[in-house]
Nanobody
Framework: QIQMVESGGDLVQAGDSLRLSCTFS????????RGWFRQAPGKEREGISC????????VYQESVEGRFTISRDDAKNTIYLQMNNLKPEDTAMYYC???????????????????WGPGTQVTVSS
């Protein structure tokens, strides 16, 4: 059973940085890509970044590209999301997921394995 726990969310000011962490259990690290999602109040959950395991290829949603960086620590079965120059519109609950589309191509956000973790709240004040 795939499980994940997100952490690192906080209340910050616009322009600040945060690093989110997500630790997986119940999966073989090499069998999945890894993704970050977020859900703002009143909006649908959206995929914002994906990391292909074998190639290391990364994909970002346009709204976060250049500000967010996804990375991983295979020894800890953990991925990270470094978020710089945060904006109020980044306010959301952030989630991670195992992705079955291993190369993160196309609609990778529609190819998840397992459920959702508890998420971690990021709030950016202006």
């Amino acid at each position: 059973q795939i499980q994940m726990v997100e952490s690192g969310g906080d209340l910050v000011q616009a322009g600040d940085s945060l690093r989110l962490s997500c630790t997986f259990s119940g999966i073989n690290a090499a069998d999945f890509a890894r993704g970050w999602f977020r859900q703002a109040p009143g909006k649908e959950r959206e995929g914002i970044s994906c990391l292909a395991f074998h190639s290391g290829n990364t994909v970002y949603q346009e709204s976060v590209e250049g500000r967010f960086t996804i990375s991983r620590d295979d020894a800890k079965n953990t991925i990270y999301l470094q978020m710089n120059n945060l904006k109020p519109e980044d306010t959301a609950m952030y989630y991670c997921a195992a992705i079955t589309r291993l190369d993160c191509r196309g609609s990778w956000w529609d190819h998840r394995a397992g459920g959702w973790g508890p998420g971690t709240q990021v709030t950016v004040s202006s």
